[in-house]
């Protein structure tokens, strides 16, 4: 298996150069790097082996190396049970949208004292004149569209991410877009989506763009959406991309979860073997990352958390009754991953019963197929139709958290 997954590499590393050369230059050694920490590492997060490239139209040596590291449970393709599948799709089109902030007058919002954030609950940001706006979106794109192949200047702008007010510990905005609900349709529930926890999970960032490409199409208020590509742009930015931020800190371990106290650091020393990939910080929500998203949290009140990471090719889910958890996402499936201290799906999911899916795409730097990625947000979207009406039928308010 190890033969394959270098004869993998090396061919990546090709393709990279020939592809990429302004991206890969000089970037020699942390390849080499990746390539002997993924040999022989089946347990660990750190497969990131290859830099996120356009998808290959056939099966590639490193798709088979790579399908080894998961579970044959896992690779096995099934065929998907839903056959309805449901999309956005009634066609209204986002200039034609318009905001009805059902938010602004809850009560605790009016008691609760953000750490950072200043915005993301308007969906025209207070205090930024468009230039401003036009200039920090150009600004964030520029850095985006270098880094990741699959997300074109033109694309990132065409997301049209406004900054949250919050940003990350080397001073990068932490940029939002909004699905506002459209006027004489409530929405089913609302939805957080984020992409980029982790800065090496590369390929999280991009699908995550793709959806918002999507909703851009297709957006008919049938859920009122945040979504957030890019967590951590301090890990994903520079040359050699790193899990944690800026400051060392796995942002999946640094969530204010009720056990972090007692437990965080006690289990990343003797559980966690001292991995400085998952290091959970000094103390609980101690980083802006962690605290914009406790502050999205407390203020959007989502419904439904979708997080996306990478590589395990699994579909992880975190709440109170786990019943409630889809099956299969595409071709992920269900397979539970289990909670840690400071966790999203630990603090979200289990302290605050918000349902977390975590969707671990199958590569952290090799993109699915348009159709698997299609495939995937059909499915999470009837997915969070089928949730929320069952929800709403026993009618638990969707501000009940
Ligand atoms: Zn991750």
Aim: net charge negative.
């Amino acid at each position: 298996m190890n033969s394959f997954l270098l004869v993998g590499l090396f061919s990546a590393c090709v393709l990279l150069c020939a592809c990429q050369p302004e991206q890969i230059k000089g970037d020699k050694t942390t390849h080499e790097k990746q390539a002997s920490t993924a040999k022989g590492d089946l347990t660990s997060e750190s497969s990131a082996i290859k830099d996120e490239i356009s998808l290959p139209t056939e099966p590639s040596s490193e798709n088979v190396a790579a399908n080894e590291l998961q579970p044959k449970s896992i690779v096995e393709e099934k065929t998907n049970p839903q056959a309805n599948k449901l999309i956005e799709s009634i066609g209204f089109a986002d200039e034609q949208t318009k905001a009805i902030d059902i938010l602004s007058n809850t009560e605790s919002q009016k008691n609760y004292t953000p750490f950072c954030n200043l915005f993301s609950n308007q969906h025209e940001p207070n205090g930024l004149s468009e230039v401003d706006l036009t200039a920090k979106r150009k600004a964030f794109c520029d850095k985006i569209s270098r880094r990741l192949a699959s997300v074109s200047h033109q694309s990132c702008l065409a997301a049209k991410l406004a900054p949250t007010g919050c940003n990350s510990v080397a001073g990068v905005p932490l940029m939002l877009r909004e699905f506002p609900p459209i006027e004489g349709k409530k929405p089913l529930g609302r939805v957080l989506v984020i992409g980029g926890t982790h800065g090496d999970e590369l390929t999280s960032v991009s699908v995550t763009f793709g959806w918002i490409e999507k909703l851009n199409k297709f957006h008919s208020g049938l859920f009122h959406w945040h979504i957030l590509p890019s967590m951590n742009p301090d890990g994903l930015l520079p040359r050699s991309a790193q899990r944690t931020n800026h400051n060392g800190v796995d942002l999946n371990r640094n969530m204010p979860s009720d056990d972090w106290q007692q437990n965080a650091l006690e289990y990343w020393h003797t559980k966690g073997g001292k991995n400085p990939r998952k290091f959970p910080g000094d103390q609980a929500n101690s980083e802006p990352e962690t605290q914009w998203l406790v502050d999205e949290i407390e203020l959007f009140k989502p419904d439904a958390i979708i997080s996306v990471h990478a590589p395990y090719g699994v579909v992880d889910f975190d709440a109170l009754r786990l019943d409630t958890a889809p099956k299969s996402l595409g071709k992920l499936h269900l397979n539970l991953l289990g909670t840690y201290p400071g966790s999203l799906g630990n603090y979200a999911g289990i302290n605050r019963n918000i349902p977390v899916v975590t969707l671990e795409l199958p590569h952290a730097w090799e993109m699915p197929s348009a159709k698997e990625s299609d495939l995937i947000w059909q499915d999470i979207v009837a997915w969070l139709k089928e949730t929320f009406e069952a929800k709403n039928s026993t009618g638990i308010s969707s501000n009940g958290h």
